[in-house]
């Protein structure tokens, strides 16, 4: 469970004082979550709170219980995130070696890793590209790879923000596809509001406030009357 109790979000000071979060307050324990909003509105500031990316200015974020701040580390091995460019997240050469990459921390690597890789390869379709330079894969591929990655680690949440922006429709219907398979919590940053068909609930943010938080149908229905 997620708990986000009174944050606000403020960076600079004086006249460049910029309030990005102002006084969320939600608990998240349903296993699909939407968040949408404007650019600017703090949806993404909100998603990287949940893992400790950020730390917030004031109130606290727990996940489990352990507070993102104080005992960020354990949080982090909670909660995986994808970002919207996925060679923000591609550290190794090639496609097999980052996907290994992650089981270090596990542990296991090397042989004991190779039947885990191939396993997690197999299941996103990147078993042909395992030895591919991971730059050269298209864009579809690099975000597969990214949450490849990141699944291996068996997080408990995953968090993607805006993973489909720079992806064409069928790529982006492709990774939706895989969200939608996964047993984790996952909370979704989109804009593509098709992709939220079947969630739990939405979340909806506007100017860095928590607005509206409902079924998808009625969270849509209040983002898009919101931007009209």
């Known amino acids: 469970m997620i708990e986000v109790s009174g944050v606000s979000q403020v960076y600079g000071a004086g006249a460049a004082r910029r309030t990005v979060l102002d006084g969320v307050e939600v608990t998240l324990s349903e296993h699909r979550i939407g968040v949408v909003g404007s650019n600017g509105s703090g949806k993404s500031t909100f998603a990287r709170l949940l893992n400790g ?55 296991l690597r090397g042989a004991a890793a190779d039947p885990v890789v ?22 579809g591929e690099k975000q597969l790879l990214a949450l490849c990655s990141v699944l291996i680690t068996e997080p408990d949440v995953l968090v993607l923000d805006e993973p ?34 079947g969630f739990d609930r939405v979340l909806v943010f506007d100017e860095g406030r928590l607005v509206h938080d409902d079924a998808p149908a009625g969270a849509v229905d209040h983002y898009r009357r919101l931007m009209a």
């Open 53 to 107: 990316l950020v730390e917030p200015t004031r109130g606290t974020v727990t996940v489990d219980g352990l507070d993102t701040v104080r005992e960020g580390r354990a949080v982090r091995q909670k909660v995986g995130f994808c970002f919207t460019d996925p060679d923000s997240q591609i550290v190794m050469p090639t496609v097999r070696e980052d996907v290994a990459f992650g089981l270090r921390r596990k542990g």
């Open 118 to 139: 191939d396993d997690a390869l197999a299941r996103f379709g990147l078993s042909a590209l395992a030895d591919s330079p991971a730059h050269t894969l298209s864009g």
């Open 164 to 197: 489909t922006t720079l992806l064409d429709l069928r790529n982006a219907r492709r990774i939706g596809d895989v969200v939608a398979s996964l047993p984790q919590q996952v909370l979704l940053v989109t804009h593509q509001l098709d992709l939220l068909a």
